[in-house]
């Protein structure tokens, strides 16, 4: 089992302003990758093995580093904050409940800053909408808090022009950005939807495609593995076409394979090889 770590540096200056015309994708990161990993013994040392990694990698400044809830330990983001010297966003559930609790309280009495952006596209609609805080530690309560909020997300599924399904989800985060104001609430969007992004890309395609869950094995074994499914991940999620597909094509042709490990430029492989 493993535990990783996944962060962006935004590049360019940050948006203040509310959008409501479509997009088709998140602004730009100069960086987003997983780029870390450790073995741990059982699930339950999961979030120590984290705030370990953050500790060994120093001061990042500039950098803004995503959590699930998992992760939302006041020792894990005294690391991000005190020793990385960057910022955390963290997803709040039921796992943290007092701090979710007065984020939603917080929520529902008062809006900062408002943000929404709209996406169209393989048969669904979807409107992502903010709605930021900008708060002390003391009075979210919780450790370098200085920014919070509620991200609502509407999706329809439409078929032969009509909309056969609409679900609407909702979720609070924290984070750490002194800056926050100036920043403003899209920058916080944006930032949830690559986080969600990494998830997608990366780690349920590992779960899923790859059916790393279902993998019992340790030791140097476990580690490698874990490692070479990270990089194929990543690899491919910029590469149209299925992950299975891809699998399939590089399976029955081991060159492909050959190929990936010797090349120093991915878009050259991609055109030369897929």
Request: hydrophobic share 35%.
């Given at each position: ?42 699930k339950n040392h999961e979030d120590e093995a984290a705030a370990n990694l953050l500790a060994r990698i120093g001061a990042i400044p500039g950098t803004t580093i995503t959590f699930d809830a998992l992760h939302t330990r006041g020792e894990t983001h005294d690391v991000v904050v005190v020793e ?191």
């Amino acid at each position: 089992m493993n535990s990783s770590i996944s962060m962006a540096r935004r590049s360019g200056p940050p948006s203040t302003r509310t959008s409501r015309e479509p997009s088709s994708s998140p602004p730009p990161l100069s960086a987003r990758k997983n780029f870390l990993q450790t073995a741990i013994t059982d699930k339950n040392h999961e979030d120590e093995a984290a705030a370990n990694l953050l500790a060994r990698i120093g001061a990042i400044p500039g950098t803004t580093i995503t959590f699930d809830a998992l992760h939302t330990r006041g020792e894990t983001h005294d690391v991000v904050v005190v020793e990385n010297k960057a910022d955390y966003f963290c997803v709040l559930k039921k796992n943290t409940k007092t701090v979710l609790n007065r984020v939603e309280s917080l929520a529902n009495r008062r809006v900062d800053d408002t943000a929404e952006t709209f996406d169209i596209g393989h048969g669904r609609a979807e409107k992502r909408r903010v709605e930021m805080l900008f708060t002390t530690p003391a009075e979210v309560g919780y450790a370098h808090g200085h920014a919070c909020g509620r991200i609502t997300r509407t999706r329809e599924q439409i078929r032969e022009g009509e909309v056969r399904e609409t679900k609407e989800e909702t979720e609070y985060f924290i984070a750490s950005h002194k800056d926050a104001r100036q920043r403003g609430a899209r920058f916080f969007l944006d930032v949830a939807r690559e986080h969600w992004a990494i998830e997608n890309k990366l780690h349920h395609v590992k779960d899923r495609s790859m059916d790393e869950d279902r993998i019992r094995m340790g030791g140097a074994y476990a580690r490698i593995k874990a490692g070479i499914q990270s990089m194929a991940a990543v690899t491919f999620s910029d590469i149209k076409g299925s992950t299975n597909c891809i699998q399939r094509r590089i399976a029955s042709k081991p060159k492909i394979l050959m190929g990936l490990m010797a090349c120093k430029s991915l878009p050259k492989w991609v055109l030369e090889f897929l």
